[in-house]
């Protein structure tokens, strides 16, 4: 049986969100600062939810582990955005695996019910990323600053908002797994044909092959059986 689209769709996109996610985690730009008052005009801050550096455009000088004097990373948002996206990680390895093994291409066919958990699992993990992201997002401009900085996005909150939406669709593209199992239950059972029922082949009288049919029709004989089954034939 060929893998379902669905589940095609959620195994593509929710492994490019891990790895844009996990970027976005682990890389220290959520924020950048320039203009910052005297220092150097290309001097440009970066500050993630772990770390914070600085770098000199001119040169590419860069030095990161910065102290931090105004209290950054002791905000609320930086101190939610440090348990929710390692949570999301986890819980988004977890859903592939749980992925892995409902689909199954080696298998005759793939385990819809498990398909639809790790559907579900992978949307949380999405929705798990996706907040600390959009509430960074809004405070942005709130977070501490010396006065007269320059504030921009910086290319790791980026990461994470497309790594969480790459999550929340390839897990509902893999939700819809149950969809296929609702169907299945809801399916009346037919019973069998009455002519593929057993009894109701008769070996007596009945023909073996194509040419008793012709010597019979030749001969002008009829028999009694009803029409020969297709085992018969």
């Not at 969809?179 to 070996?203: D, F, I, Q, V, Y």
Request: with cysteine; charged share 15%.
């Amino acid at each position: 049986m060929r893998t379902p689209t669905a589940m095609i769709v959620g195994l593509v996109l929710c492994p490019c969100g891990f790895v844009l996610t996990l970027t976005g985690t682990l890389a220290p730009s959520w924020r950048q600062v320039s203009l910052v008052p005297n220092e150097p005009v290309d001097l440009i801050l970066e500050q993630g939810i772990w770390d914070m550096c600085r770098e000199r455009q001119s040169s590419h000088d860069r030095h990161c582990g910065q102290a931090d004097e105004l209290g950054y990373f002791e905000q609320v948002t930086v101190q939610v955005a440090r348990g929710l996206m390692p949570t999301s990680l986890v819980l988004t390895l977890l859903g592939l695996v749980v992925a892995a093994l409902g689909v199954r291409c080696w298998q005759k066919e793939p385990q819809h019910l498990l398909a639809g958990v790790a559907g579900l699992v992978l949307l949380l993990s999405g929705l798990l990323s996706l907040v600390p992201a959009s509430w960074y997002t809004h405070e942005l401009w709130a977070l501490p600053a010396l006065a007269g900085s320059t504030l921009a996005v910086g290319y790791s909150l980026v990461l994470s908002y497309l790594g969480s939406c790459l999550e929340i669709l390839g897990g509902l593209a893999l939700a819809l797994s149950f969809h296929h199992c609702c169907k299945k239950r809801r399916a009346p059972k037919l019973p069998p044909h009455p002519a593929l029922e057993a009894g109701r082949c008769s070996t007596t009288g009945a023909y073996r092959n194509p040419w008793d049919v012709l010597e019979d029709e030749q001969d002008g004989r009829h028999r009694k059986s009803t029409l020969p089954c297709d085992s018969d034939l």
